[in-house]
């Protein structure tokens, strides 16, 4: 009899131990199909927003904060812009990602010209509206995401318009930040406006204090040349001096003594 007890006690736990293999597995199964099913482009949320003060230069952020892993299958879906009542920007992504992995990755879409401006780099799809995508000083709100999306679209009223400053954040939590573009390859940057700051005497100078960008990931930015004239009519500038683009603040002097009146310009390439 005892062997009997012993061995129904064994065959039911033998009977659990399977029910939780059994279980396990079907959990599993679960998760998978899960993971496959959202394995498109559900979860890309809206994480920075930027744009110059008349629009020429845009770029939005998306990232993948979730754990789904494959969001890649962005081709034929759209993000829009909704602004003022009854106008809504959208944007066709023409292809999916060039990689299958997107955890913890960040994308890109931005104007053509985001390339070429310091500190800017090249965006992973392009906007081809005529205009802005996204509102400038519209007086509403306005909201960006992906259509289908499950993340909450970003919300926000009017866009920073001093060419430095971008929003930062999910939703409508959205603060103010130094822009930091970052693209789909892993290339950062961070778009600093060509423009001199602050330029004062100093004694007998004229100084003229400006920043400068870098390249991607902190490599070597464009070559800064100051340049002069003398007269509005002439139609030639003259180069004063070269400053390369490393990121930092630079300063440079002309003597007033050099002539009564004196133009200056910034040129970078």
């Known amino acids: 009899m005892k062997s009997i007890v012993r061995t129904g006690v064994l065959r039911s ?3 659990f131990s399977r029910a939780g293999i059994l ?3 079907i959990a599993t199964a679960v998760l998978c199909g899960l993971n496959a099913a959202r394995a498109t482009f559900h979860v890309w949320a809206v994480t ?3 744009s110059s003060a008349d629009g020429s230069v845009q770029f939005i952020k998306l990232t993948n904060n979730s754990i789904f892993t494959t969001e890649y299958f962005l081709g034929g879906h759209v993000i829009t812009c909704t602004g003022p009542p009854g106008i809504t920007n959208n944007f066709t992504f023409p292809t999916n990602l060039p990689a299958v992995s997107t955890l ?3 994308f890109l879409i931005g104007t053509s010209n985001l390339a070429n401006v310091p500190g800017g780099l090249t965006p992973d799809y392009v906007f081809t509206n005529k205009g802005p995508f996204l509102f400038l000083n519209s007086g509403v709100a306005n909201t960006v995401g992906i259509v289908g999306s499950v993340e909450t679209p970003a919300v926000y009223t009017n866009l920073p318009a001093d060419g430095v400053s971008s929003l930062v954040g999910l939703g409508s ?3 103010l930040a130094t822009n930091s573009p970052n693209n789909f390859s892993g290339q950062a940057n961070s778009i600093v406006p060509v423009r001199f700051d602050s330029p004062k005497l100093a004694g ?4 003229i204090t400006f920043r400068t960008a870098t390249g991607v990931n902190s490599t070597a930015g464009p070559t800064y040349t100051i340049e002069y004239k003398d007269s509005l009519t002439n139609v030639n ?3 004063l001096t070269t400053v390369p683009g490393d990121g930092a ?3 440079v002097s002309n003597a007033t003594a050099s002539a009564a009146q004196r133009l200056f310009r910034l040129n970078v390439p």
Do not use: A, C, D, I
Not at 204 to 207: A, D, E, I, L
């Open 204 to 207: 007998s100078n004229f100084v």
């Open 13 to 15: 736990s033998q009977r």
């Open 173 to 175: 939590s959205l603060v």
């Open 23 to 25: 279980w396990v597995w």
């Open 249 to 251: 603040t630079h300063s």
């Open 48 to 50: 920075e927003l930027y």
């Open 104 to 106: 913890n990755k960040t």
């Open 237 to 239: 500038w003259t180069p």
